[in-house]
């Protein structure tokens, strides 16, 4: 494998505590140089990358998509979901399990793992927490963390028995694994198609209340808090909150790590956004679950962003085909495809509107997911980890059109949005996966 | 630790979406999808026009719409709504057609977009809808780009039936005036009782009448009353207790309890009754000058008595009557809305 210099950039690695212009050479699919610019020493045949005015940074790390194989390949593959990681400046996915059938096997975790499935970045899969998804027969977490499971979930539905989730806690505890929770009450939720409230009151939708959220994160918290007690030795119980969308589930999340906790959190970047006045024309790219909450809660996803409490920005990339939203609103699938608006809109409302530091918003976007699924080498840039590199321009505004996504699926609501920072080249261990056609722009 | 650098309350986010509460349809300046589509000017020219149609001679009438194409699109069972629009729109020579959920491709499956698509390819002008899905007008309305007027959407409004309401109360409380302002019902309040949560026509009553200065009074148990409803829009109030409500109202709306809807809700029905079924009685005592209105389908001794529905202060079948009317005005600006002429 070549050798590539990177020169001239903006590193900015929250992780390695670097934050200045230097040179990085990759090579063998890992970092080898860090230098001061034009100290390198590289070969003289090395590629050479000018990233003179760009900021250079470690890949991004998305630890919530659906990239829907095996089964769906109608909304999304393998191939196009990362190729639209890839141009989002992503390196690294974590892969849902609730595909057709789900991934509760070793088989479909290394299938989906495999080199005939075209991966632009690289593929961490999630494992089903308990078979089919249906939140009553644990899974063989063994067997799926030697296959390559990151971390097990039923996303797409919780895990609703008391009894179940913490036999799932143990479990997954006793063999390394983070517990991913779909915090959603479905006993409060039947037939709902919005967050509950005047909104959907006015707009004749029944709505999901709060409590469905943050009742079943305070009710994993306390199983957490318990079965820290009987998990002996050193292995911690990790408790992780996806797509966090009510104030109290992050005022819990909060309250949990005060009291000791290993307990994280994410956000997607439609719950830092938008409100559920988005709903009001019914457009269905304003509908996914966890829903688009009250204003109050949307500002406390900014706080929870801004003050440290949420770990990572994750988009819950969910592709659907445009005949499936085109559909009554009550009718129509959750979610919204995010894998290449996401840092887009991170920098322009979290950096440039909202003043958070350009590291921190890069470290919510990689060093910390990273981290937290333990995903060694990725999201720093430091010597000798993987080659994953995303260099943009930070001062670029442009626009998000859907129809140049290189999704399968065109569902965002963030179509005609204007974005900060166009990434110009990802690498993802030491080969570029994408690179932007500066001729369109 | 406050918030400092993120705004509360507001991201002017792009592109915003519209908060104003009355707009225009994007699509099609003909389409009715929600009383928030009509200005108070808008309201005035179809009461005007509803008038004027009305007094029309019906050869001349006839003559409006001649030939042109109304497709009337039916996903529920109706009575008043099918057949008044249906009389409006012929009534202006129109020629319609009919698609209910039984008879059609529907039932094989189709869409709601192809359904329209073929609708439009047919050659209809403006689509009629009735559907069980709240928002469904608007799915049709984007993917058709015809104007669409909104027969009933789920749970969600009917605003043709809220303005044939306000045409039956002006004819009553203030005779001759059709042209409404924000003041025209100041003073007037208006109960509307029973099962709201479920009721497109409640919605659209109470997001119409405060518009015009009227106070909307709604009545009912939780069940079917959620204590949000009174934040849906400005001069909504919710009040548990009926004779209460009803001594303070000039109009009393009463409605059916929606048992198509109710999806597992456990409701006593002799408890209802006793809390909030109109009666002769409680109207003598506490109402005897309220109008009292329903928009049908009435289930007589349930929200009211039957002798409430033939009674004198009963307007039920006038309502019926100022449907035509008002359906009349609707579609004839749906079908010239764009062109901008509609003259006497």
């Known amino acids: 494998m070549s050798t590539i210099l990177v020169r001239g950039g903006h590193l900015i690695d929250p ?427 | 630790m406050p918030l400092k650098n993120a705004p509360s309350r507001v991201v002017p986010l792009d592109p915003a979406p519209a908060t104003a509460l009355e707009r225009p349809s994007p699509y099609s300046a003909g389409s009715v999808l929600s009383v928030g589509n009509l200005t108070l000017e808008a309201v005035s020219e179809i009461l005007a026009l509803a008038s004027l149609l009305e007094r029309e001679d019906p050869l001349e009438r006839a003559k409006r719409l001649a030939k042109r194409r109304v497709a009337l699109l039916f996903y529920e069972s109706s009575t008043r709504t099918r057949t008044s629009f249906e009389l409006a729109a012929k009534g202006l020579g129109a020629d319609t057609t009919l698609v209910s959920s039984l008879s059609s491709s529907i039932e094989k499956g189709e869409t709601l977009k192809d359904t329209g698509l073929t609708l439009r390819a047919l050659g209809a002008e403006a689509i009629i809808l009735r559907h069980p899905s709240s928002g469904a007008p608007w799915l049709l309305e984007r993917e058709t780009l015809l104007p669409v007027l909104n027969a009933g959407d789920g749970m969600h409004e009917h605003p043709s039936q809220a303005l044939l309401d306000l045409r039956t109360m002006l004819a009553h409380l203030r005779p001759g005036i059709e042209t409404v302002t924000a003041k025209t019902l100041e003073g007037i309040t208006i109960a509307i009782t029973g099962d709201i949560l479920h009721s497109r026509v409640a919605r659209s009553n109470m997001l119409l009448l405060p518009r015009l200065g009227a106070r909307v009074i709604l009545c009912g148990p939780p069940q079917l009353l959620p204590e949000i409803a009174a934040q849906a829009g400005p001069g909504i109030e919710v009040e548990r207790d009926f004779v209460r409500a009803l001594a303070q109202s000039q109009v009393v709306m009463m409605l059916r309890i929606q048992a198509e809807r109710l999806a597992g809700l456990q409701l006593d029905l002799e408890e209802y009754k006793a809390g909030y079924q109109l009666t002769e009685a409680l109207l003598a005592a506490h109402a005897p000058k309220a109008l009292a209105m329903h928009p049908g389908p009435i289930v007589r001794g349930l929200e009211l008595t039957g002798e409430v529905a033939d009674g004198p202060q009963s307007l039920i079948l006038e309502q019926v009557h100022h449907g035509v009317a008002i359906r009349m005005a609707l579609v004839l600006r749906a079908l010239t809305a764009s062109a901008d002429e509609v003259s006497a």
């Open chain 1, 15 to 441: 992780a390695a505590g670097v934050d200045a212009l230097k040179d990085v050479v990759l090579k063998d699919g890992r970092v080898v140089d860090i230098a001061a610019p034009g100290r390198a020493k590289v070969d003289p045949d090395a590629e050479i990358i000018d990233a003179k005015g760009l900021t250079v940074a470690p890949g991004l790390v998305d630890i919530h998509v659906h990239l829907r194989e095996p089964g769906q390949g109608h909304k999304e593959t393998i191939a196009t979901g990362t190729a639209a990681a890839a141009a989002g400046g992503f390196t690294s996915v974590a892969a849902m399990p609730n595909t057709v059938p789900t991934n509760d096997s070793p088989e479909i975790t290394r299938w989906m793992q495999a080199p005939e499935r075209g991966a632009s970045v690289r593929v961490f899969p999630i494992g089903a927490a308990t078979r089919a998804l249906k939140g009553e027969v644990l899974n063989d977490y063994a067997a799926l963390k030697a296959a390559g499971v990151v971390a097990v979930t039923d996303d797409g539905n919780p895990i609703l028995k008391d009894s179940i989730m913490r036999e799932v806690l143990i479990n997954a505890t006793r063999n390394g694994l983070s517990v991913i929770q779909h915090a959603e009450d479905t006993r409060m939720t039947g037939g709902c198609s919005m967050n509950a409230g005047p909104t959907a009151f006015r707009l004749g939708l029944r709505g999901m209340p709060p409590e469905a959220e943050y009742g079943l994160v305070e009710r994993d918290i306390r199983l957490v808090a318990e079965i820290s007690r009987e998990v002996s030795g050193h292995k911690v119980a990790h408790l992780h909150v996806a797509h966090t969308s009510t104030a109290q589930a992050v005022a819990a999340v909060r309250q949990a790590r005060r009291n000791g906790l290993r307990v994280t959190c994410e956000v997607a970047p439609h719950h830092f956004l938008l409100t559920e006045e988005h709903v009001r024309d019914y457009n269905t790219h304003a509908k996914m679950n966890p829903p688009l909450r009250s204003v109050a809660d949307r500002d406390a996803m900014i706080q929870g962003i801004l003050d440290g409490v949420v770990d990572a920005i994750a988009t819950d990339h969910a592709p659907h085909a445009s005949h499936e939203k085109e559909v009554e609103f009550e009718r129509a699938p959750n979610g919204i495809t995010g894998l290449e608006s996401a840092l887009g809109l991170s920098l322009r409302w979290l950096h440039h509107e909202w003043k958070m530091p350009l590291g921190r918003v890069l470290s919510l976007l990689s060093a910390q997911p990273a981290a937290l699924l333990g995903l060694k080498g990725r999201g720093t840039l430091a010597v000798g980890s993987f080659a994953d590199v995303v260099i943009f321009d930070p001062k670029a505004e442009w626009v998000f059109q859907a129809k140049d996504s290189r999704s399968k699926s065109k569902n965002t609501p963030f179509d005609g949005w204007t974005m900060q920072g166009k990434v110009r080249w990802t690498i993802r261990e030491g080969r570029v996966v994408y690179k932007a056609n500066m001729a369109q722009s």
